[in-house]
C-alpha cells in the first residue's frame, strides 16, 4: 500500500474540518453518514443478483415511474443513516414528492440534505453500473425544523456535492468546493480509501459524447447540427468524436470526469426541459464538475444559477470538459462559428 491508499475517508473529511476551526464537525459527520450508506447500498447492489431484492414493486414514484426494490432500499437507508443525528432539518429525495421532515421524535440541525438514492435503476438487472448522488445545502428558512425552503436553493448554495459509483468497485467523489476528491471502497475492511486526489477533468481531455441518439428525431435543429459536428457529419469537424452512452448518469459523467468529455441530456420536442431533475442529478454534478475544471450548463445558462421552484423540476443538461460545453452552447445559440476556433484549438491537441 501506498500512503495515498491510507487516508480513509474520515481522516480526509477531519483534516478538511481542521481548516475551520469554528466548525462544528455537524457537517462532518452529514459526509460520513452519506459515506456509510453508500457502504450499505454497495453491498446490497453487489448481491443484487443473489437476492430476492430485483424486479419491479409494481408502485409508481413521483415521476411516474416503476420502482424497483432497491431504489426504495437506497432512499430507505439513507434517510435512516440522517434522520436521527440532529445535523439535519430536513431531507428531499427523488424517490419521495414531498420534503422530508426529520421525525418529530429527533433534534434537528442546520443543514439539509438531497439525494437520488438509486439512480440508472433500470440498468440493474443488466449487471450495469448505478449511482447515488447528493447534495449539502445550509439551511435557510425560518420554520424551526426546515421546509422544503431549505432544499430549493441554487446550486451555487450548495455547501457540498458528491456521487457514488457502484461500478467494478465503488467509488465515492465529492467536493465542499475545496477540490474534487476521489474514494474506493477497500471492501475486505469496509473503509473508503483516497484514490484520486483533487481529479481535474483533463484539458485537452478525450474527445466524447454521450447522449441518447434515439431521442434524434425530437431534438431541435440546432442541437442535431451539435451532434452532425461532434461526429463529423457536417463537415467542419476533421477530428470527430466518440460516442460513449451507457445510459446511467453517474456511470457516463464519472468517465468523462476521468477521461473528458461531455454528458448531454437535451430538450426534445416531448420534454421541453429534458428528463434530468435539477435539484437530484444536474446541480450536484454541476459542482462536481466546476470545480474539477469543467462546465456544467443548460445549453443556454449556467446550471449552478438556477433558482428551483420546485423539488422535481427537470432541466437540459450538458456537462463535462469546459471546452465541449462551450461548443454545445453555441450551437445551440445558433451562432456555432462565432469564436470556433478558439474552441477548438484545445480539442485538435486532445487525444
Ligand atoms: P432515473 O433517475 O429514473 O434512474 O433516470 C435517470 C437516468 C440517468 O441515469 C440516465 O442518464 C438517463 O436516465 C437515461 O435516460 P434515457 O434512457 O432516456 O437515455
Ligand atoms: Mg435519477
Known sequence: MTSKSLVTIERHIIEAERQFPEATGAFSNILYDIAFAAKMIAREVRRAGLADVLGYTGEVNVQGEEVKKLDEYAHEVIFKALDHTGHLCGMASEEVADFIPIPDRFPTGKYCVLFDPLDGSSNIEANVSVGTIFSVHRKVSDHPRGCAQDCLQPGYSQVAAGYVVYGSSTMLVYTTGNGVHGFTLEPSIGEFLLSHPDIRIPSPG?????????????W?????GLVDYLKGLDGTNPKPFSARYIGSLVADFHRNLLYGGMFMYPADDKNPNGKLRLLYEAAPLAMIAEHAGGR????????????????HERTPLYIGSADQVEIAERFLAGTPGAGMEAALEPLAAGV
Open 206 to 218: 478525450q474527445r466524447i459524447f454521450s447522449v441518447n441518439e434515439g431521442n434524434y428525431m425530437k
Open 220 to 224: 431541435s435543429s440546432q442541437q442535431r
Open 296 to 311: 456544467a450548463s443548460t445549453g443556454t445558462s449556467r446550471i449552478m444559477d438556477i433558482e428551483p421552484r420546485s423539488l
